[in-house]
């Protein structure tokens, strides 16, 4: 510990903090005259701590401020104290807390939630913390078990066995979707969530309820701020930069936010093996706007609206790659020589409307419209001339660390003239209800996609005095498809900890005429026998319509036939909460297995999902997750996951044997972790570490071969140090320091792999690379925010 500490100091120059004396305030919180442990008592953006067994606290900060003191804990009032601090001057308060007497009226008991299965509740606080190269909100599930991202340049990730194309992701209702012609990482912009908006996410590793939508895998529900206060921030880096505004009329009845986003990823790309000139630019700005319109009661009726646009330019024009792989016997090098260019571009424009009325404290309904619009292009004109030779790794040769002889020759030529234009359109209208033991829901959707795909793509490799045109795609494809469907449920409680939930979901569409149905049951128990311990389980059918990607195959062309593929998920889980060194804990645990038929296989080409476009395969997924969470820190939540799978699949002849899927990693550990300087809140430190064993890959384009070999393991470590100054108390305006270091052990991660037929007709599989090791720098400035 004292190391660690001893560390910390070194790093955030201790020779600075060490010029002022420091400011205390101590004292003891009690109820009835009996101490009181576990009150969380703190100063806003300033610092924080609990009560311990005695009811004793201790703040300890390096300079003078004045500002008001909180003092909470469940069941009793918050009591709030302004005071004076002065350094080097020893500050005692003593607080007397009370309980919290309250009458619960009847909306309010139905109000009451009991956690369900395969859910897990994000404290936003959280996102902003933790240490990623562009601020991506998506980094914080990667921490999470079940859910494997093994890129971080891309916002995607899958879960528990399945791709990127299966997760809801959900923003005030209002569904959002991925761009469709990125095929690595680094062309990828800016995940829509906006990390700066955010009130609350949840996220559902599987088995949930009817209320959420047709996926197989996962749901991620966001909802952004309404804000009472004005307030917001501005932070810039070497990688981007982003702000934000918050506030609300003087009547409370209109609430707005906005925020800004703009990322410049071009020093970053000059870790990767291919260097050149890259002009990366992604921009997106977003809003809401809330308006209470209710007479005797403003929230009675509310209407919201969300709106958000993306503009994304990626070009590279690629000078050469030098790249080194193999083992130490058996050592390649693999040399391009470029020319031309490439130029992704794509704008993406979302909105929707939320009006929702509460008609009396039982009985509430909600109207949803929401449209999308996308357009993207790809342009290509890339010609690599490569070598591949032995390397002789013997130190004491004469012709250590070069090559030794050539194993191919060739070029490599890329042409691509790729446009896609999609427009969707989504209504909803649903009633809640609620009864004495509970919630009854239920709503009709209505949902429209169209999509005008044009390609012109082909590849060609000159190698071995031969030339190989593959690829060679030219078509033209316009979809239409309506979805008309809906969903009921029932939410019954047993107690205030003990609930299941039942009901349906059903769907028809008319681009191949079927119709599915998709019961779901959800229970939870806290268990008499055991304190603080709850029992979960989960059972369903989950379906998902075949999107455009989906329905497309290699060669271009459009299966409209495609069936919905389908799954049953079975979970069963438990929770336990506890309290160590006097602080909240949580300990979840679950294990699933899914069955999945008329199922659409895929491959995976670094962020790109290519589909062979027919339900001819079945497939299962079996695991273990567990999460352990708590406040190893006071005042900041911290947790470690793991995740244990198997998921493989067949082909539907009933002859074929399991083969392992695309997303098959085995093995995953995530973390995050916080931590601040002994007394000093002020002085932070924040990481996340990522491992994931090996991704199966093989020859591209062939179901049986594609996964035949286990890929390198997955290691990430990304940390941040902060250190917050206090500008003025009464506006709680604060400049945040950050320096980051970005894949602190240098690891080199491999996303995917391209082939090269030797001159013995071998073919060679030629590692491409994630970023290496960077350091960042942020500078932030915040001023009344909830952030």
């Known amino acids: 510990m004292a190391n660690r500490h001893l560390i910390f100091l070194l790093i955030f120059l201790l020779p600075i903090l060490s010029i002022a004396q420091n400011a205390v305030i101590s004292g003891k919180v009690s109820t009835n005259n009996t101490p009181l442990a576990g009150v969380n008592i703190f100063i806003p953006d300033i610092g924080g701590t609990n009560s311990d067994s005695d009811g004793q606290y201790r703040l300890v900060f390096d300079r003078a401020f004045s500002g008001i003191i909180y003092f909470t804990h469940i069941g009793f009032d918050t009591v709030s104290h302004f005071v004076e601090i002065q350094r080097g001057v020893q500050h005692a308060l003593d607080v007397e807390m009370k309980e919290s007497v309250r009458i619960l009226d009847q909306v309010e008991i139905n109000a009451q939630k009991v956690r369900d299965a395969s859910v897990i509740s994000i404290n936003p606080r959280s996102f902003n913390a933790i240490p990623s190269a562009f601020g991506d909100f998506n980094r914080v599930l990667a921490t999470l078990p079940g859910v494997v991202t093994a890129n971080e340049l891309s916002s995607a990730y899958s879960v528990r066995g399945g791709n990127y194309d299966e997760n809801l992701i959900y923003v005030n209702r209002m569904e959002i979707y991925r761009p469709f012609l990125v095929r690595a990482g680094r062309q990828e912009g800016l995940s829509f969530i906006n990390p700066?908006?955010?009130?609350?996410?949840?996220?559902?590793?599987?088995?949930?309820?009817?209320?959420?939508?047709?996926?197989?895998?996962s749901v991620l529900d966001v909802e952004y701020k309404t804000p009472v206060d004005f307030g917001g921030s501005i932070s810039m880096g070497l990688l981007g930069g982003n702000a934000h505004v918050e506030g609300s009329s003087k009547d409370k009845r209109i609430q707005y936010l906005a925020g800004a986003r703009h990322k410049r990823s071009q020093y970053l790309f000059n870790t990767f093996d291919v260097q050149g000139e890259y002009f990366p630019t992604f921009t997106d700005i977003q809003g809401s706007i809330r308006s209470n319109l209710g007479k005797e009661n403003p929230e009675d009726t509310q209407l919201g609206v969300l709106f958000s646009y993306a503009k994304n330019r990626y070009k590279v024009i690629p000078t050469t790659?030098?790249?080194?792989?193999?083992?130490?016997?058996?050592?390649?090098?693999?040399?391009?020589?470029?020319?031309?260019?490439?130029?992704?571009?794509?704008?993406?424009?979302?909105?929707?409307?939320?009006?929702?009325?509460?008609?009396?404290?039982?009985?509430?309904?909600?109207?949803?419209v929401s449209g999308i619009?996308?357009?993207?292009?790809?342009y290509s004109d890339l010609e690599g001339g490569y070598r591949l030779c032995d390397l002789d790794k013997n130190p004491s040769s004469s012709t250590f660390n070069e090559c030794v002889s050539i194993r191919g020759l060739g070029t490599n030529y890329f042409h691509a003239r790729n446009t896609l234009e999609g427009n969707l359109f989504g209504?909803?209208?649903?009633?809640?209800?609620?009864?004495?033991?509970?919630?009854?829901?239920?709503?009709?959707?209505?949902?429209?996609?169209?999509?005008?795909?044009?390609?012109?793509?082909?590849?060609?490799?000159?190698?071995a005095d031969f030339v190989t045109?593959?690829?060679?795609?030219?078509?033209?494809?316009?979809?239409?498809?309506?979805?008309?469907?809906?969903?009921?449920?029932?939410?019954?409680?047993?107690?205030?900890?003990?609930?299941?939930?039942?009901?349906?979901?059903?769907?028809y569409r008319d681009m191949n005429d079927q119709f599915i149905l998709s019961p779901r049951v959800q229970f939870v128990n806290q268990v008499s026998w055991a304190q603080n311990l709850a029992i979960k389980a989960s059972a369903g059918i989950y379906q998902q319509y075949p999107f455009y990607r989906e329905m497309r195959r290699f060669d271009g062309t459009v299966n409209q036939d495609a069936d919905a593929q389908q799954s049953v998920h079975l979970i069963l889980g438990t929770e336990k909460g506890m309290t160590i060194w006097d602080r909240p804990f949580h300990f979840t645990s679950e294990v699933y297995y899914k069955h999945l038929w008329d199922v659409i296989p895929y491959e995976v080409d670094n962020v790109r999902l290519r589909y062979f476009g027919d339900n001819v395969a079945t497939a299962y997924a079996v695991g273990f997750d567990a999460r352990f969470s708590g406040e190893f820190i006071r005042g900041a939540e911290s947790w470690f996951s793991l995740g244990v799978l198997s998921t493989k699949e067949k082909l539907s002849d009933g002859e074929s044997d399991y083969i392992r899927r695309p997303t098959d990693q085995r093995f995953t550990l995530g973390a995050f972790f916080e931590d601040h300087l002994p007394d000093n809140p002020t002085m932070r430190v924040n990481l996340s570490l990522v491992y994931g064993s090996g991704l199966p890959f093989g020859p591209p384009g062939n179901f049986e071969t594609r996964t035949t070999f286990n890929g390198t393991s997955y290691n990430r470590v990304d940390v941040g140090f902060t250190k917050i100054i206090l500008i003025n108390q009464k506006w709680d305006n604060t400049i945040w320091i950050g320096l980051e270091v970005l894949n602190l052990l240098g690891a080199q991660n491999t996303i995917s792999y391209t082939w090269i037929q030797d001159i013995s007709n071998q073919y060679i599989a030629i590692p491409n690379t994630l970023s290496n090791r960077f350091f960042n720098v942020k500078l932030s400035y915040r001023f009344n925010s909830t952030l």
């Open 196 to 217: 700066n908006l955010v009130k609350k996410a949840t996220f559902y590793a599987g088995g949930w309820q009817p209320y959420y939508g047709n996926k197989l895998s």
């Open 321 to 368: 790659r030098e790249t080194e792989f193999g083992t130490f016997n058996n050592a390649f090098r693999f040399l391009v020589a470029f020319e031309g260019a490439e130029q992704l571009d794509y704008d993406t424009w979302q909105t929707g409307l939320n009006f929702t009325r509460r008609l009396n404290d039982n009985l509430s309904i909600q109207a949803i």
């Open 373 to 378: 619009k996308t357009y993207e292009r790809e």
């Open 427 to 463: 209504a909803e209208l649903s009633v809640e209800l609620g009864t004495l033991s509970g919630v009854i829901r239920g709503g009709i959707e209505y949902d429209y996609q169209e999509f005008n795909d044009y390609i012109e793509e082909y590849r060609f490799v000159d190698s």
């Open 469 to 507: 045109v593959t690829d060679n795609v030219l078509q033209s494809n316009f979809t239409a498809a309506s979805i008309l469907g809906g969903y009921v449920q029932h939410e019954y409680h047993f107690s205030n900890f003990s609930s299941i939930t039942y009901g349906l979901r059903f769907a």
